[in-house]
């Protein structure tokens, strides 16, 4: 798998449910970043967790990071309609000089 | 406080011509990165820039590519004789410092004929 890969590539619920997503990455890192990008549109910054960080919540999100498994998840609680976009995890790797390294991306839909 | 600004927003060139992409970053802010997105992929890495300085440049084709961010203006993403292939979404971001969030312009969707 590639660096920063989500999990699932796409997903569709019902507004009010819960939307969960995963990331996996392959090298140590300093910190990882999760973006929104409608679709057409730019990026938009949700949260960043450090590696020495386990749980990070803002509003209605809820990330967490295990980095024995190289691994992260998005909780979107409560979702609705206008969370629908696509979703992508961004890691900075120690020793990278701070480039991002960006997976595919989840598709989530919300559907009314 | 005006976030990350790119333009033109849509670009559209004949292969053989040159495409210009500018990006001035957030207000405070003295690092630059340019990525590219193909449909349906996630981003991809290009280039870092500070101030006058090319710091990672590692992403960036070996040709026809090149980047400057001046002392006074917004950062340049240049392609000369753009090909079908460069066709994509080039994002640039900006942060405050090299460790913390990298925000992100609206994009230059690059058309090539």
């Known amino acids: 798998s590639q660096q920063g890969e989500e999990d699932p590539q796409a997903l569709s619920i019902q507004e009010g449910e819960n939307a969960t997503m995963n990331c996996s990455y392959k090298?140590?890192?300093?910190?990882l970043q999760w973006y929104r990008q409608n679709s057409g549109r730019g990026l938009v910054h949700l949260i960043l967790i450090r590696s020495n960080e386990r749980e990070k919540h803002s509003g209605r999100l809820r990330v967490t990071l295990d980095t024995s498994k190289k691994s992260s998840s998005l909780l979107i609680t409560a979702s609705r309609a206008a969370d629908t976009a696509s979703y992508f995890c961004a890691t900075d790797e120690k020793g990278g000089g701070n480039k991002l390294t960006f997976g595919t991306g989840t598709q989530l839909k919300v559907e009314l | 406080n005006a976030g990350v600004m790119q333009n033109p927003r849509h670009l559209v060139r004949r292969r053989g011509q040159e495409a210009r992409l500018r990006c001035s970053p957030m207000?405070?802010?003295?690092?630059v990165y340019w990525y590219r997105q193909l449909p349906e992929e996630g981003l991809k890495f290009m280039v870092y820039l500070q101030k006058e300085n090319i710091i990672d440049e590692s992403g960036m084709p070996k040709e026809r590519f090149s980047a400057e961010f001046p002392k006074e203006g917004p950062s340049i993403l240049r392609i000369q004789q753009v090909v079908r292939g460069d066709s994509a979404a080039y994002f640039c971001?900006?942060?405050?410092?090299?460790?913390?969030?990298?925000?992100f312009g609206p994009g230059t969707r690059l058309t090539v004929l």
């Open positions: 207000k405070g802010h003295s690092h």
């Open positions: 971001a900006s942060s405050s410092d090299r460790v913390y969030e990298q925000f």
């Open positions: 090298t140590s890192i300093n910190n």
